[in-house]
């Protein structure tokens, strides 16, 4: 069985939009415990928000 999931995206809405459920549920099941994406500054509210809607504890954002 896998042990870690990687997820990418080339824009930061993509994960949530286009896997949000899947995200939800492997956060549920203790598989996604931290997202990192580039966020200009605008949009990091919005970033910390959809991660907690999520289920995701730890974020980082790049610069």
Do not use: Q
Request: aromatic fraction near 12%.
């Amino acid at each position: 069985m896998f042990e870690r999931v990687l997820l990418l995206a080339p824009h930061l809405d993509d994960i949530e939009l286009g896997a949000g459920g899947i995200v939800a549920k492997l956060s549920e099941d203790s598989w996604i415990t931290y997202l990192g994406f580039y966020a200009p500054p605008e949009l990091r509210n919005e970033f910390h928000e959809s991660a907690r809607i999520l289920g995701i504890n730890e974020v980082r954002l790049f610069d």
